[in-house]
């Protein structure tokens, strides 16, 4: 195992080259510290209650509708409309302008005058503006397949195929979940001092969480109103496997580059987690808990239907590796003192294997892993200090980002892409340099060679110069520098990745922060966008719990009736 | 109209990016408009006036000389402060070791109002500030004092004062290890908006958000499309699409 001294602790921890290399990074899972499983456990625990606050929709299903949300010590609301669209509208992308489903979270009460603003503006998503007490503003669309297959189906007093369900995973499948002040609405700064939503993302997972008791109580509503009497619930299994779908694009990537510390404190939160596990002694009494996990990702990996040959391939593997994994797993551990040499062994899996092994071993240590739910936030500023000379950023360079300076950005392959933002909704872009229109407004996501440049020129100053005078015969280096010294001086620093290079995958970074949201079910439908479950098998809102949920598996009945039908057919 | 801090950084940064200037940190002078902003102080009117000049005027390094009294004087070639101001500060504070007092005067510059924010990061660094400047139109004459440990400036303005050899595009920056003396250098100003007015507009904007002029917002998000490329049938394969 790569390890160096940690900063703290007198631990290893994993190298930066290590964990930050992107291929790793695109292939992380859901653990314990994840958004999802974190807002779960923190509403388990302080019983925080969710109610049908208003219900206000025709027998087709439109209108609106209000849930209240009590906490500890405040109250919110999420507001839903549900609108009528064709189907000719309903598209993933950011430019849509029409969706089945809108909704705000809401801080405080909802008065008439609140409830007809809304009504105004959320529907029209980005073209409309809403109060600073919406925390977050999003918009879903439905699975059609999947939801009339439920209605019909559950209006009859019939259970649905299980196979339709498995393939989707969801009902409503949301294409954007804006907060932190987007279009008007609340800033993450405000939250900050909020015990509830203080923590990135919480508000709106939430929000997306509600909206998975929705999607259930929406499809029973419609099917009570087409079956009256005869209509039935869906089993509360295949309620509890369906989540909340999500599609993500390009759009995502410029955020991870733009928001390097934030990235950092999430990887060297879990790299945290995960050292207090790595070092701990290998115990028999978690071996069965071990076996469990890597069996149940083993049976998600093979439930999984992806259009994407790759990632097809990869879970093909990972399913042989994870069999392998498990039939030597005693024998490993037997000869293992600390988790960490199980996970030495596992370098002979694939890294979708080897990250699987690592999010099982942090759900068998709650204890080790959970208090670092609360580490996530951070300061964004990238700062110079004083007294540094060029020796100083160099050394850093050296030894931080040597992914950079050694890519010689002379050559083309290394320049190939640039990004740009679109007149399309301001949708961020890639196109190739020298074919494509657009060059001349390059977004500056090139950090790979803004600190090769700055390497370069700061090799031929003295090297004892100061870094203050170098940036000021050349202050075009200042943001680059300010970020090579911050980034450079965290656990992990930078993602390592040239996102410049002709064969980049923007997918890694998007898999990254969708793992660290809790996404499961990666099915990525070309290089630059994917689908993704949330809250899959996640417990639903009346029997919510602090446990495990990781790996959604089709309930075991359901399982049976599919391979059946699969056989069948 | 009522805009979020994330919204009018995120504006800011994206209409200074489509500048395309050498010199210059959008992030920075993001947060240089919105700290002036959220304290009621027109940030996004003194950057769409630095706008207009931003794509025009020159893009290079300002020169720095040092008095016989190791005070600094800057020349910024008639640019904005906003482009230049972070790397004048980083180097003044190395010049300060050793030393109790700097002197930094800024010539031929612009924008003045725009050194609000970064200014007031001094503070954290345990130095004392005093910034002077005077300007051809209302309000003439402009003293900044940030005493260390504050949050925000004492802010005093005149249109009366007769300031012998004040130059309409130049800026005096007083760096010190010892707190100013507000009463005395603040002697015939004739508005004063008090560090605690300031602190409780932030507090509130927070809050409530931050109230912006309707045409001034406009003209700073047309300034913002700049940057935006216009679409195309390869633009719409660049986003991802399965085409």
């Not at chain 1, 992107?22 to 302080?46: D, T, Y």
């Not at chain 1, 801080?107 to 809304?118: I, T």
């Not at chain 1, 079956?227 to 759009?251: C, F, H, M, P, W």
């Not at chain 2, 207009?52 to 005027?57: A, C, D, I, K, N």
Request: include cysteine; glycine fraction near 6%; charge should be negative.
């Amino acid at each position: 195992m790569d390890a160096r001294p940690s900063t703290c602790g007198g631990t290893y921890m994993r190298d930066p080259e290590t964990v930050m290399a992107p291929e790793r990074l695109g292939a992380m899972h859901q653990n314990r510290i994840s958004f999802v499983r974190s807002l779960v456990r923190k509403m388990a625990q302080q019983n925080w209650q969710v109610t049908k606050h208003d219900w206000q929709l025709s027998p087709q299903g439109f209108g609106h509708v209000i849930y209240k949300l009590t906490t500890l010590n405040h109250v919110y609301h999420l507001v839903i409309f549900c609108d009528e669209i064709a189907d000719e509208d309903r598209n993933d992308r950011v430019i849509a302008e029409k969706w089945d489903v809108t909704f705000a979270l809401v801080y405080g009460d909802v008065d008439a005058d609140l409830l007809g603003r809304l009504r105004a503006n959320v529907p029209l998503q980005e073209a409309g503006r809403n109060p600073n007490k919406v925390l977050v503003l999003a918009r879903a669309n439905k699975s059609v397949r999947v939801f009339e297959h439920l209605v019909s189906h559950l209006a009859k007093g019939q259970q649905p195929n299980a196979k339709e369900l498995a393939e989707v995973g969801y009902i409503l499948r949301t294409t954007a979940v804006y907060g932190n002040g987007k279009f008007g609405i609340a800033d993450f700064g405000w939250l900050e001092t909020n015990d509830d939503f203080n923590q990135s993302f919480s508000a709106q997972m939430c929000a997306v969480y509600i909206l998975r008791e929705f999607s259930l109580d929406w499809i029973h509503y419609i099917a009570n109103q087409q079956g009256g009497e005869k209509a039935v619930s869906l089993d509360v299994d295949l309620q509890r496997y369906l989540g909340i779908g999500n599609a993500t694009g390009l759009g995502m990537a410029p955020y991870l580059i733009n928001h390097p510390c934030v990235v950092d404190k999430w990887l060297s939160s879990r790299e945290s987690a995960l050292t207090a596990v790595l070092n701990s002694s290998v115990t028999v009494n978690k071996l069965e808990s071990l076996q469990r996990l890597l069996q149940k990702a083993l049976c998600h990996l093979d439930q999984i239907i992806t259009i994407n040959e790759h990632q097809d391939d990869l879970n093909t593997t990972a399913i042989a590796e994870l069999d392998d994994l498990l039939s030597k797993l005693e024998s490993v551990l037997l000869q293992s003192t600390n988790w960490h040499e199980l996970v030495d062994y596992s370098k002979e899996y694939s890294l979708e294997t080897q990250e699987i092994l690592l999010s099982c071993l942090m759900e068998i240590y709650p204890d080790l892993v959970d208090s670092y739910e609360t580490k996530m936030n951070c300061d964004e500023s990238l700062n110079l200090p004083s007294g540094k000379r060029i020796e100083d950023l160099l050394m850093v360079l050296e030894s931080r980002y040597r992914w950079a300076i050694d890519t010689d950005f002379k050559q083309p392959e290394n320049n190939y892409w640039f990004w740009y933002r679109s007149q399309d909704k301001e949708e961020p872009r890639l196109g190739v340099r020298g074919e494509e229109p657009g060059e001349d407004r390059e977004l500056p996501l090139d950090i790979g060679r803004q600190a090769y440049r700055l390497y370069h020129a700061l090799l031929i100053c003295k090297p004892n110069m100061q870094l203050a005078e170098f940036l000021v015969l050349h202050p075009q280096y200042r943001a680059i520098a300010r970020r090579v010294w911050t980034l450079g001086n965290k656990d992990m620093g930078e993602i390592q990745m040239n996102v410049l290079h002709k064969t980049a995958l923007p997918m890694h970074l998007l898999r990254c922060k969708l793992a660290v949201f809790g996404a499961t079910k990666f099915d990525p439908r070309s290089e630059r966008w994917v689908r993704v479950t949330f809250f899959q098998g996640a417990p639903l809102l009346n029997e919510i719990h602090d446990g495990e949920w990781l790996f959604p598996l089709l309930p075991t009945d359901s399982l049976n009736q599919a391979v059946a039908e699969g056989e069948a057919s | 109209m009522i805009v979020s801090h994330n919204e009018l950084t995120g504006v800011v940064n994206k209409a200074f990016l489509g500048m395309r200037r050498t010199c210059g940190e959008a992030d920075i002078i993001a947060n240089m408009v919105a700290g002036l902003q959220m304290v009621g102080l027109n940030g996004i009117g003194h950057f769409n006036n630095a706008a207009q000049f931003l794509t025009v005027e020159k893009d290079c390094p300002v020169d720095i000389f040092t008095t016989n009294d190791g005070g600094l004087v800057v020349d910024l070639h008639g640019c904005s402060l906003a482009c230049h101001l972070p790397v004048v500060i980083d180097y003044a504070i190395e010049k300060m070791v050793g030393k109790k007092h700097l002197t930094i005067e800024l010539k031929n510059c612009h924008n003045r109002w725009l050194a609000y924010n970064e200014l007031v990061k001094l503070a954290a660094k345990g130095l004392a500030c005093k910034a002077q400047w005077n300007n051809g139109s209302s309000p003439q004459n402009t003293l900044y004092i940030l005493n260390q440990g504050c949050v925000s400036p004492e802010l005093f303005l005149s249109d009366h004062l007769d300031v012998a050899g004040s130059q309409l595009h130049d800026m005096t920056i007083q760096l010190s290890v010892k707190n100013f003396d507000v009463a005395g250098y603040s002697t015939g100003y004739t508005r004063h908006i008090k560090s605690s007015e300031l602190n409780s507009a932030l507090r509130d904007t927070w809050n409530d958000g931050i109230l912006v002029d309707d045409v001034e917002w406009e003209t700073l998000k047309k300034t913002a499309t700049a940057i935006l490329v216009e679409n195309s049938e390869q633009s719409l394969k660049g986003a991802g699409e399965l085409v």
